[in-house]
């Protein structure tokens, strides 16, 4: 059984467990310091550990660490001319 207690932070019981605080995707996205669309993309992929969705709303443990970047980056416009003249 899952109870909600209304705040701004959810705190939510799961099965039994002791209190835990959960943040929405928008809050992890802040502290994390990227898209909260990436935070739901890491989530849907099951990527972030602890993650619940609930709806359309996507409930994170706070205490969740970032999951590791596994996207290739392009490269910068300086590096390739670096490359080319270098």
Do not use: H
Not at 32 to 49: A, D, H, K, T, Y
């Amino acid at each position: 059984m899952v109870e909600f207690i209304p705040n701004l932070e959810y705190n939510i019981t799961v099965l039994g467990e002791k209190n835990m605080e959960y943040l929405t995707s928008n809050e992890i996205a802040q502290k994390w310091n990227i898209s909260s669309r990436r935070v739901r993309i890491l989530c849907g992929e099951g990527r972030v550990e602890g993650a619940i969705q609930k709806g359309i709303l996507w409930l994170i443990p706070s205490n969740t660490q970032k999951p590791q970047e596994l996207r290739r980056g392009r490269k910068k416009q300086g590096d390739i001319k670096n490359v080319l003249l270098g």
